[in-house]
């Protein structure tokens, strides 16, 4: 796996994408170069069509990225995948027409985009054909025993079976709760793969309780055999862009590289937080107007609703919102907002959707109480109990809170206490993978969660 701005990408995934990058920058200047004949060079280079070409592929690409073609476990069928690329090209049709009649200078020549579209259309369903056919190759798969049979050996071992983009194949595994005798059929089973004919490629070493149980002897033979041995906690990490809380350990963020907060780069932080929630409410400040006549002509009640959360160190500040849900509505105590809550307001619904309702944060923001990135800031009144039943709930302050984050753009909305230890997880892997560049990541993913309303409730 590749790792940008700090979160790991499958490299079978950045090579679908370049090669898809290729074919659709290829199909426009095939059109032109059928088109036009000799006089393509003029086209490309004087008249901007290279330039323009680019600006298409861009689109291609960010479409293909907002259908979530370059996230294969959000599609849970093979048919999907070629349904949503004829969606990608059908989206680009209007698009591509609709920018052209706003600005007529895109315009490449009669019938470029035309046949260019048509050409692309066959390439990226051949293509994507050609790529599942490869990916599913063995020789470019690699052999996988996962050692253990607990929780984390279960969950790893369901991450890789339905991932296949991550190109690994478990071999071997069977369930097998029994506690006695596991040193003796883990030692059996790698003994097993040493003279087998079929190579191993990689053990992954996913049990709770390693001491006196472990195979020390075996996994050296594998290993000076080079067989990779790597920790289940970090290939979960990996795979899953998350932290799972179950068999961790307090070592395990100690000794592990990250959770380092700098003094600088808090610093950084502060001024892009600042300059981009400036920026938003600068964008937004048109239509706030008729965002408070919407919400007040709704529903009975004040425009605004504000709440008392818990910020950077534990302390606490006054959050502000778009009120969304009818007066009174924790009248009988503070709950959280479930799916269909008969509380919120049809208005509130939509704006909860679109996320209008967090615009008067970005004043949290612009005041310090908040960062435009980070995790969620929570009421006092459940941060107290979570912190007693979730393990390293209270590092989640230990920077400002966030309008956005890993969690909201990964994972929905957390309504109950196993779907909150979840977010955590999220939480988790940003706090010890905290950098500008994962912040940025962060923002550009924060648009295509409002873009297709998932999360909210």
């Excluded at 979160?7 to 679908?16: F, G, K, Q």
């Excluded at 291609?60 to 048919?79: A, H, V």
């Excluded at 990964?410 to 779907?419: F, K, M, Q, V």
Aim: hydrophobic share 45%; with cysteine.
């Amino acid at each position: 796996m590749i790792r940008i701005f700090n979160v790991y990408y499958p490299t079978r995934t950045l090579v679908l994408l370049i090669c898809e990058a290729l074919l659709a920058g290829g199909s426009f200047i095939l059109a032109a170069a059928y088109l036009f004949g000799p006089d393509i060079y003029i086209v490309l280079f004087y008249e901007n069509g290279l330039l323009k070409i680019a600006g298409i592929t861009v689109l291609t690409l960010l479409l293909s990225y907002y259908f979530d073609l370059y996230e294969p476990e959000r599609i849970s069928k093979g048919w999907e995948a070629y349904f949503r690329l004829l969606l990608v090209l059908s989206t680009l049709c209007f698009l591509l027409a609709g920018l052209i009649f706003v600005f007529p200078d895109l315009y490449m020549g009669h019938n470029v985009l035309t046949i260019g579209v048509s050409i692309l259309t066959i390439f990226l369903i051949i293509w994507r054909w050609i790529y599942e056919w490869i990916v599913g190759l063995s020789v470019f798969r690699d052999r996988v025993y996962v050692l253990g049979d607990g929780p984390r050996a279960k969950l790893l071992v369901k991450t890789l079976r339905s991932r296949r983009d991550a190109g690994m194949d478990v071999f071997g595994w069977r369930e097998d709760g029994a506690s006695a005798g596991q040193r003796e059929r883990f030692s059996a089973e790698l003994r097993a793969f040493c003279t087998s004919e079929k190579a191993l490629d990689r053990v992954f070493v996913a049990m709770e309780e390693r001491r006196g149980v472990l195979p020390i002897r075996e996994l050296l033979d594998l290993r000076l055999r080079g067989v990779a041995i790597e920790d289940a906690g970090a290939v979960l990490e990996r795979l899953l862009g998350k932290i799972p809380l179950e068999g961790l350990y307090p070592s395990d963020l100690i000794f592990t590289p990250g959770f380092r907060v700098k003094t600088s780069q808090q610093i950084v932080r502060r001024i892009v937080s600042f300059t981009v929630a400036f920026t938003a409410l600068l964008i937004c400040l048109p239509f706030i107007p008729f965002i408070i006549l919407a919400v007040r002509l709704s529903s009975p009640g004040p425009v605004f609703f504000n709440q008392t959360r818990v910020g950077h160190r534990g302390r606490l500040f006054t959050a502000h919102k778009f009120r969304t849900m009818r007066q009174n509505a924790e009248a009988e105590g503070a709950v959280w907002a479930t799916k269909d809550d008969p509380r919120i307001t049809p208005l509130g619904g939509f704006m909860r959707k679109t996320r209008l309702d967090e615009i008067p944060q970005l004043w949290n923001v612009l005041r310090g109480d908040m960062g435009f990135v980070g995790p969620r800031p929570e009421r006092p009144e459940f941060v107290q109990w979570l912190s007693n039943e979730i393990p390293y709930y209270d590092l989640r302050h230990m920077i400002r809170p966030g309008i956005t984050g890993w969690a909201q753009v990964r994972y929905r909305y957390g309504a109950t206490l196993e779907e909150t230890k979840r977010k955590l997880e999220y939480d988790l892997y940003y706090l010890k993978h905290l950098s500008i560049g994962l912040d940025m990541l962060i923002m550009f993913e924060t648009i295509k969660t409002i873009v297709l309303r998932r999360g909210a409730q």
